[in-house]
């Protein structure tokens, strides 16, 4: 079932309640002296020990694991201290996404510490495309690098590693990409995602295993414990900005290294991130992974996007207060840039499908035109699935050539559909959720074809319909203050740690609903005597039914504590309106 909202078709979501058990939360509440709401939530989501959620409220890093667990770490460090102690060219090759900058900024700067002034390298998005290419190995190889470590890439790179090994250069892979059986002929390749070694304790991002490499050259170096451990917690604030950007799960070592790395980031020493901060972002408000997911990454991937990603190498690097200040101008006017490209690519694609597409029938969305911009096609793929939860492409056309990217839904991996497609394309990459693809044009009705039987075989009707997980049912007597408050304890909140939701069923209005600002919609909800104010963010077209104020609903949100003027009152984010047995 579908319901209509500015025009667009958005699927009806499906609650999932996570399994209760209120007996343990209980005990544990008990136990640990902690709020009986935490750890009710706690416990619905897999923490079912007084440990458990003593380790996940508590992260310490020491938690953090040995960074030789990783294989070829071992390799990759005799490699890394035989360039360092003979004064060998180092080059760092990078990407132009947050993940990369982080990474490529992380390692320049432990180079820096260790003597070293590396050359690095961040491919031209629009002409070279994500990755290693042979004329960078070339340009590399003529400016004399004898080593070439590469971070957040180069696990797919069989060619260009070879002509980079035939040229002198050896190569230390580190990424975190999907892994195929063969691998390139690097000297090491340190990916936690590799088939032959897989690495189980957390899924790292690229800046995550950069981060090992230099936890583990620290031990290779012999550097005093003390002082190693000083760098790697100054570095943490680089660290939280690429994991979060990179959306990989804020739990295990994620968690710790995100939470620490969002208190080191208030009182950053690095002058350009400062910069940013300061231009973007209210000092009042606290810094959460939000602040990095809306403000920061946004404006860092402006700069990739168009093609200037060094400026962010520049900004994370530099210690030039005024040079800060250009550069974060230039990232904000970039940004903006961004924006109206985004949505005049997203309204031709909306038009596209109207006009082309019977929506009902198509499993993955392709969708082309010619002259759009590559650098925003990723996120325009994100918007369309955002509106029909369904597996979506964006191809930019220049003539004989499309090249754009996807972006799936949970439960299905784009990037194995894309593997069994491949004979329609001419590269690819990517992983479960997100890739990258160039195809010839007279190719993309075949390719649509195959991938749209692929998913038929794959994807049941009901994956096509989002899920909107509740943590529990709760009353309007248990949204306390008190108990909002204790919530927090739960931070850093993102992917595979989302905000906690719950529901009302059978709740009512006090009054009519009223839009404010643009297109919120804002409610006042009472039952059983109390009232609690609610808002949905652009959603004021959602819920027609919700104008009739004899009907009742379940409604789910999130609570938070709102401020103002000194005073707190606990208000409701909606998540989504449902009327009991009405469809």
Same mark, same amino acid.
């Given at each position: ?9 958005? $699927? ?34 897999? /923490? ?87 004329? @960078? ?82 031990? @290779? ?23 979060? @950007? ?59 996007? @168009? ?80 509106? /029909? ?34 004979? /329609? ?50 009353? $309007? ?107």
């Amino acid at each position: 079932m579908i319901r209509r909202r500015n025009h667009s078709l958005y $699927p009806i979501k499906s609650w999932e309640f996570r399994s209760q058990n209120p007996d343990a939360a209980a005990s544990i509440s008990d136990e640990l002296k902690i709020n009986p709401l935490l750890a009710g939530v706690l416990v619905n989501r897999g /923490y079912d020990s007084a440990a458990k959620i003593r380790s996940f409220l508590h992260p310490r890093l020491s938690s953090i694991k040995d960074p030789f667990l990783l294989k070829d770490m071992d390799k990759a460090m005799e490699r890394l201290v035989k360039a360092v102690n003979g004064n060998e060219k180092i080059c760092i090759f990078g990407d132009y996404d947050v993940d990369g900058v982080t990474s490529t900024a992380l390692l320049i700067r432990f180079l820096q510490r260790m003597g070293k002034e590396p050359d690095y390298y961040i491919p031209n998005r629009i002409s070279e495309g994500y990755g290693l290419n042979t004329e @960078a190995i070339k340009r590399i190889a003529r400016k004399g690098a004898k080593l070439l470590i590469t971070v957040d890439n180069g696990i797919s790179s069989f060619k260009e590693v070879a002509l980079a090994n035939s040229l002198g250069i050896d190569v230390i892979i580190t990424d975190h990409h999907q892994a195929e059986t063969d691998l390139p002929p690097a000297v090491a390749i340190v990916n936690p995602n590799r088939k032959d070694f897989p690495y189980i304790h957390t899924p790292l991002c690229g800046v995550g295993v950069a981060f090992k490499f230099i936890h583990a050259a620290f031990k @290779a170096f012999e550097v005093d414990p003390e002082s190693a451990k000083d760098f790697l917690y100054s570095m943490m604030d680089l660290v939280a900005l690429g994991t979060v @950007a990179d959306i990989v799960p804020l739990t295990g070592e994620n968690r710790t290294l995100v939470k620490y790395g969002l208190k080191k980031m208030e009182t950053t020493d690095k002058v350009g991130l400062s910069t940013l901060l300061q231009m973007n972002c209210p000092s009042d408000k606290e810094l959460t992974p939000q602040t990095i997911s809306f403000t920061l990454a946004p404006r860092i991937n402006a700069a990739g996007r @168009a093609d200037q990603a060094s400026l962010c190498i520049d900004l994370l690097l530099t210690q030039d207060h005024m040079k800060a200040i250009e550069i974060a101008r230039r990232l904000n006017r970039l940004n903006d840039e961004r924006r109206k490209l985004e949505a005049d690519i997203l309204d031709s694609c909306l038009r596209y499908i109207a006009d082309k597409m019977d929506i009902e029938k198509q499993n993955v969305l392709i969708v082309h035109g010619e002259g759009w911009h590559f650098g925003v096609v990723g996120i325009v793929a994100s918007r369309l699935l955002e509106r /029909y939860h369904k597996p979506s492409i964006v191809l930019t056309v220049d003539q004989k050539i499309a090249r754009g990217s996807g972006r799936s839904i949970p439960g299905f991996d784009i990037f194995q559909a894309l593997t069994d497609c491949n004979e /329609y394309l001419v590269e690819y990459g990517g992983h479960k959720g997100a890739v990258g693809l160039t195809l010839h044009t007279k190719d993309i009705a075949k390719f649509r074809d195959a991938m749209n039987e692929y998913a038929a075989d794959r994807l049941n009707p009901e994956e096509h319909v989002p899920r909107l997980v509740i943590d529990a049912e709760v009353e $309007p007597e248990d949204l306390t203050l008190e108990n909002i408050a204790a919530l927090s304890a739960m931070e850093p909140l993102g992917t595979g740690n989302p905000s906690p939701v719950f529901c009302i069923r059978e709740a009512g209005l006090l009054e009519p609903p009223k839009v404010v600002g643009r297109d919120h919609l804002k409610l006042l909800l009472c039952k059983d005597g109390l009232s609690i104010p609610a808002i949905g963010f652009s959603m004021a077209e959602s819920y027609p039914d919700i104008h009739d104020l004899s009907r009742k609903f379940d409604i789910a949100f999130t609570p938070y504590i709102n401020q103002w003027r000194g005073y707190k009152n606990v208000e409701l984010e909606i998540r989504d309106i449902q009327f009991p047995n009405e469809g």
